[in-house]
T-cell receptor, first 113, second 110 residues
Framework: DGGITQSPKYLFRKEGQNVTLSCEQN?????MYWYRQDPGQGLRLIYY???????QKGDIAEGYSVSREKKESFPLTVTSAQKNPTAFYLC????????????FGPGTRLTVL | GIQVEQSPPDLILQEGANSTLRCNFS?????LQWFHQNPWGQLINLFY???GTKQNGRLSATTVATERYSLLYISSSQTTDSGVYFC????????????FGTGTRLKVLA
């Protein structure tokens, strides 16, 4: 089955700890994206990657880091510098950054205790 | 940056009713997508529609790029249509970044 997987589904973290969210796709898509969603709000772009070994900051990149060492993987690290990390995190991919439809994973709910 | 406004913010319908959701944007766009987010958080792409009209079953969408708006039509609504509908636009400056509206929360009653 082709698709995007995110793990874990729920994640709890103590303040001051870094945590890494996983995103994997087997759609052979070049472009991948990370979004953050707060309750009752739309999605905001954190980072995106148009191709392997390349990524760009989105609108709210502060306190986050990413890597794109493999085409199918785009992990997101939420660092202790992120002041309000509790949110729903969504990963997406598309055939290329120049086109069209974005496909989303099921999301990870991060709660900082 | 570009502003994306959706209306209405909330909508309650009886099963079988029709509805129109609107997305206004403040600048020229390259791309526009409509998504449905179900109660469990999963986003499903409904339409990729930078201009023109498309239909998929009970859903259809129209984008009038020159007037900077898009409409999503839901006919004969079902309880499974409940959730939040988002439009997302990519600014015409070619940033490859989508800006999401704040959504329309739809509840369909049986």
């Amino acid at each position: 089955d082709g698709g995007i997987t995110q793990s874990p589904k729920y994640l709890f973290r103590k303040e001051g700890q870094n945590v890494t969210l996983s995103c994997e796709q087997n759609l052979n898509h070049d472009a991948m994206y990370w979004y953050r969603q707060d309750p009752g709000q739309g999605l905001r772009l954190i980072y995106y990657s148009q191709i392997v070994n390349d990524f760009q900051k989105g609108d709210i990149a502060e306190g986050y880091s990413v890597s794109r060492e493999k085409k199918e993987s785009f992990p997101l690290t939420v660092t202790s510098a992120q002041k309000n990390p509790t949110a729903f995190y969504l990963c997406a991919s598309s055939i290329s950054a120049y086109t069209d439809t974005q496909y989303f994973g099921p999301g990870t709910r991060l709660t900082v205790l | 940056g570009i502003q994306v406004e959706q209306s209405p913010p909330d909508l309650i319908l009886q099963e079988g009713a029709n509805s129109t959701l609107r997305c206004n944007f403040s600048d020229s766009v390259n791309n526009l997508q409509w998504f449905h987010q179900n109660p469990w958080g999963q986003l499903i792409n409904l339409f990729y529609i930078p201009s023109g009209t498309k239909q998929n079953g009970r859903l259809s969408a129209t984008t009038v790029a020159t007037e900077r708006y898009s409409l999503l039509y839901i006919s004969s609504s079902q309880t499974t249509d409940s959730g939040v509908y988002f439009c997302a636009v990519e600014q015409a400056s070619g940033t490859y970044k989508y800006i999401f509206g704040t959504g329309t929360r739809l509840k369909v009653l049986a």
